[in-house]
């Protein structure tokens, strides 16, 4: 991509609609317009056009164009955008007569973002939360990824980079002061309590793993025995048929998951094969992948059957840290049934479900951020912020002498740097703006 370029597309969402925006950004962005519709209006101020083709001035549409010259625009470039009516057609013959002129084309996915990345008007977590803030499905991942996008996780990363190079200074202070002993002395301790304050802030923060739940869905695994009714509770929750029931025990041999929305949080129920000793191959394989779900799961439900109640070692299936609830199921067909702990309900008629519905949503509101402005979102933060604080572990271990130290501190930078985008970052633009449509 090259910024003597100038791009456009359509930058609402394709299929028919009221009003369709076309963004062009570029040095022909002004160009284009007068092309197309005739000079720019004042900048940020609408003005009713009529849309011809440049090449025959035949009407196209009728719409609002917008004049945002660069660098106070989104991309940092002159920016014009087309409102108009949004039938396919109509956006399919503008985008045409745009592309016919020369010197623009059509924008690759995330070319829009990624310039504005370029032209220093958003940073990598910015860019991040915006990635994010498209893809929200819910009320709280929406609000999380707003938090991101208006440069919350910058700040703070930021402020961290900023101590961190007042440690570096200390550190080559004592370089450059090595003769005189006490000057390298005091100039070291003070490194070392910076780095030290710096080190247990970033383990608090790597040890917040509610950003990440939030933004991949709080998962939430029901399993236990053949039989229970755990199929029969995942479609109750979905409100929808969406798992085969059957009183043959080892009817569900897979993983079955539903992506729910409660109280604005996301969460992922899963379904999971009966857990016994299995009979065969295949279901072998369900009960494998049972477990193994079980294992990486946020809450488990561990359920059971009120009709026949067993005694059943779940001990031996879930993890001693992880969190569960027991789920006494088929209360309906029992006179009284003994709830020593958990929660009885009935899959069936709908008996004790919107209680559990109402705990599920308070559990995952535990686990989850509640769009606080800087918590660790993706796989990326966490591995730069983690070998920066293996860094810094190393600085405190006082191995090798003070060039040794000294490095440990620029190692550590170069990661906080590569958070946002500062340095060292051309490897992961590509994978980032990906993740962009066409028009963003």
């Known amino acids: 991509m090259t910024q003597r370029d100038t791009i456009c597309a359509l930058a609402s969402g394709p299929g028919r609609a009221g009003v369709a925006v076309i963004r062009i950004s570029g040095p022909g962005a002004g160009d284009a317009m007068r092309a197309l519709c005739g000079p720019p209006p004042p900048p940020r101020q609408a003005s009713l056009r009529k ?58 996915p995330g070319e829009f973002a990624r310039r504005a990345f370029e032209n220093g008007r958003i940073d990598l977590t910015e860019v991040e939360g915006l990635a994010d803030l498209i893809a929200a499905e819910t009320e709280a991942q929406a609000r999380q990824a707003i938090a991101q996008a208006e440069g919350g996780a910058r700040a703070l990363y930021e402020s961290w980079r900023e101590e961190l190079v007042k440690a570096q200074a200390l550190a080559e202070a004592g370089l450059d002061f090595a003769d005189e002993a006490d000057v390298a002395a005091d100039a070291a301790v003070q490194a070392d309590a910076s780095v030290a304050k ?40 979905a409100q929808r048929d969406v798992a085969i029931v059957s009183e043959e025990a080892g009817t569900t041999r897979d993983v079955i998951e539903v992506h729910l929305d409660l109280g604005g949080l996301p969460v992922i129920v899963t379904d999971t094969a009966g857990i016994r000793e299995a009979e ?13 779900r079980v294992e990486n799961a946020d809450l488990v439900l561990w359920m059971v059957d009120a009709t026949a109640p067993r005694l059943e070692d779940k ?8 969190v569960h609830i027991r789920v006494l199921n088929k209360v309906d067909l029992v006179k009284s049934a003994q709830i020593a702990d958990g929660v009885g309900l009935s899959a069936k008629t709908g008996e004790g479900v919107t209680e559990l519905v109402g705990l599920l949503t308070k559990r995952a509101e535990e686990g989850l951020a509640g769009g606080e402005p800087a918590v660790i979102t993706r796989a990326r933060h966490r591995a730069e912020l983690e070998a920066a604080a293996e860094a810094l572990g190393r600085f405190r271990e006082e191995r090798g002498g003070p060039e040794i130290k000294a490095e440990e501190l620029r190692i550590a930078g170069r990661h906080l740097g590569r958070l946002t985008g500062r340095i060292d970052v051309e490897e992961v633009l590509g994978a980032i703006f990906s993740e962009f449509c066409i028009g963003k």
């Open 51 to 108: 849309v011809r083709s440049p090449g025959t001035g035949e009407l196209l549409d009728r719409g609002l164009a917008l004049w945002l010259p660069g660098p106070a625009s989104f991309t940092g470039e002159d920016i014009a955008e087309l409102h108009i009516h949004g039938g396919r057609a109509v956006t399919g013959r503008v985008i045409e007569a745009l592309t016919s002129l020369r010197g623009v084309r059509l924008a690759e």
């Open 198 to 237: 710096l080190l247990a802030a970033m383990s608090t923060h790597l040890a917040d793993r509610r950003g990440e739940r939030l933004r991949d869905g709080f998962r939430v695994v029901i399993a236990g025995p053949p039989n229970a009714g755990k199929s029969s509770l995942l479609n109750a929750l």
């Open 280 to 292: 065969g191959a295949v279901e072998a394989e369900g009960v494998r992948r049972a477990l193994a």
């Open 315 to 322: 001990s031996a299936y879930i993890p001693a840290n992880a």
